[in-house]
Each structure stands twice: as structure tokens, then as C-alpha cells.
């Protein structure tokens, strides 16, 4: 993503962040596949696991993890009003500034990666380097998921939420094109599952959910 995209987004969710937490803090709640498909990544990990949630916004994936009480779950993002938001409203869980395409975060160092919706405003280069920046960030026999909007075209929101200069282009995603990239980063393609919208709770768009195996990444050339 070029810098003038890269801060206009981070712009749209600062100026957003209010009425974003406000709007979609317990959306969780009316998404009962979400909340399921959380679960069984939740599943697969070990008690203890740390778990990234990129894109976390203002915290709804990243406390229903937390709530779980079994993982170490630490939000990433890189709109600071949303982080700050976040760590006012939930103030028992760490929550971090990091932009997901150059993360500062360690390699190696985090045993899930879970970003919902966190890259719907990213072209398919971009999701070729975030591919590559999970698969550096996760432990071998690791797990991601993430979701996204399917289609074709990209769309231009203003007033994103109807917040004056909050501006940003969403992209829809072929889902077999984001499979083959993932692939390409080295992932074993665990599950992919599209999903109908919720009518009345969300906007209604087809959508991806994609769960990803890191394996032992020695053997990655083999
Ligand atoms: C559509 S919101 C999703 C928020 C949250 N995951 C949810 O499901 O409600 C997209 C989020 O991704 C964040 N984001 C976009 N690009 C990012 C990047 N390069 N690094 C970190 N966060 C990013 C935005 O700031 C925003 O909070």
C-alpha cells in the first residue's frame, strides 16, 4: 500500500474511532458463526498461547478471545485513537500501535494470528506481504485466521460512518487469488469457508474466512 493509502486509511479510523467502537463493539454477539469459528481456532491452540489480533480496532475479537480466559491475546493497530480507545474501554488487555505490513513485533514470536476484517482495504500486494510478515511473526505448527469481503471491485467510502473526512477505498477479494498467495508465504490451507451476510446486522456482502497452518517451516523447501 502506498503511503498516501496507508494514511488515508489510518486517518479514516482515527477520526472514526468513537462511532466505530460505538457501532460494532458487541456485533460478536448477533454473528453466531463468528463467535464459532473463533472458538475452534481458540481450540487448536494450546492454554498460554499468545495470540495476535491485527486490525483489532476497537477490541471486539481481541476481548472475546481475552474473555475466554485462556490465551495471552494482545491487539495490534495502527490507528491511534482506536488503540487508545481501546486500552480506556478494555483496560485489562494489551493493546499495541503496529501496522501489520512492517510489524514490529518479533519473528517468531506468536502462536495465532487471528485479523478479522483488518484487510479490507488492502490490494493483492499488500496481501502478499502480510502473508509474509504472519508467516515470519508465527511459531511453527501455528494457526491464523482471518476474514474478508468477497468480490471483484474495490468501493470508495466518504464520511465512512458519517464522520465528515473519514475516507478510505474498501477492496473485495477473490477468494482463490488470497488462497494462492497464502500459499506462496509458505501456509497450509486449513479451511476456507464463505459465508452469507447476516441480514439487518451487517452489510451485505459474501464473506471469506480463512484458517492457516504455519508447519514446520524447515521443512518450507522440501
Ligand atoms: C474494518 S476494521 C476491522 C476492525 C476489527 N478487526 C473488527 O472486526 O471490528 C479494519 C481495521 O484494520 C486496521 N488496519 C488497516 N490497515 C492496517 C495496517 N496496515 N496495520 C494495522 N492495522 C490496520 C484499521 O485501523 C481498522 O481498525
Not at 19 to 39: A, G, V
Not at 56 to 82: M, P, R
Not at 88 to 112: C, R, V, W
Request: some cysteine; glycine content about 4%; overall charge negative.
Amino acid at each position: 500500500m502506498s503511503k498516501k493509502y496507508l494514511d488515508e486509511v489510518r486517518n479514516c479510523y482515527n477520526l472514526a474511532a468513537n462511532e466505530y467502537s460505538r457501532t460494532y463493539i458487541n456485533e460478536l454477539d448477533q454473528k453466531p458463526f463468528d463467535r464459532n469459528i473463533i472458538d475452534r481456532f481458540s481450540d487448536l491452540l494450546d492454554s498460554q498461547s499468545l495470540i495476535f489480533d491485527f486490525g483489532c480496532g476497537s477490541g471486539q475479537t481481541t476481548n472475546y478471545i481475552h474473555k475466554k480466559n485462556k490465551h495471552k491475546v494482545l491487539g495490534l493497530d495502527f490507528s491511534e485513537n482506536s488503540i487508545n480507545l481501546a486500552r480506556q474501554t478494555l483496560p485489562e488487555i494489551q493493546f499495541e500501535i503496529d501496522d501489520m505490513l512492517n510489524s514490529k513485533m518479533g519473528t517468531a514470536t506468536a502462536n495465532g494470528i487471528i485479523a478479522f476484517y483488518a484487510i479490507v482495504h488492502f490490494d493483492y500486494e499488500d496481501i502478499k506481504r502480510v502473508m509474509q510478515e504472519w508467516y515470519r511473526l508465527l511459531k511453527d505448527n501455528s494457526y491464523c485466521l482471518f476474514s474478508f469481503h468477497i468480490g471483484e471491485e474495490f468501493v470508495e467510502v466518504q464520511d465512512f460512518l458519517d464522520i465528515k473526512g473519514a475516507n478510505a477505498t474498501w477492496h473485495l477479494l477473490d477468494t482463490d487469488k488470497v488462497l494462492g498467495i497464502a500459499e506462496e508465504a509458505g501456509f497450509k490451507i486449513m479451511e476456507a469457508i464463505i459465508r452469507y451476510p447476516y441480514k439487518g446486522v451487517e452489510h451485505e456482502s459474501k464473506r471469506a474466512y480463512i484458517m492457516l497452518k504455519k508447519e514446520d517451516s524447515s521443512l518450507k523447501s522440501l
